[in-house]
């Protein structure tokens, strides 16, 4: 089983697993997360999980996800610079204008 080791404001900042047989430290709490894990950033709040990524860091990390989907992968920029040189080769000979 999972323990939690949570800060003031109820954010996890260290887990051990139990297999049984360790001490738990203070200021651990023992409480499965939800499966499959509903939040970003998993908060107690004294008696459940909740959400605790703010708006700001909703906003951001989207924004962040957005800018990152938009990245060209290797293989497509690879496929550019083919591209580029067949194209640049065949205006060269003369092919294409």
């Not at 738990?24 to 499965?32: A, N, S």
């Amino acid at each position: 089983m999972d323990v939690y080791e949570i800060d003031h404001k109820g954010f996890i900042i260290n887990n051990y697993y139990d297999n049984g047989d360790i001490e738990i430290p203070d200021g651990c709490i023992i409480v499965q997360l939800p499966q499959p894990m509903p939040f970003y950033k998993p908060k107690w709040n004294g008696a459940e999980w909740v959400e605790g990524e703010t708006e700001e860091e909703k906003i951001d990390r989207e924004e962040k996800q957005l800018l990152e989907s938009l990245k060209p992968s290797p293989q497509e920029i690879a496929n550019a610079e083919l591209e580029i040189k067949m194209l640049t080769t065949l205006t060269e000979l003369g092919v294409i204008q």
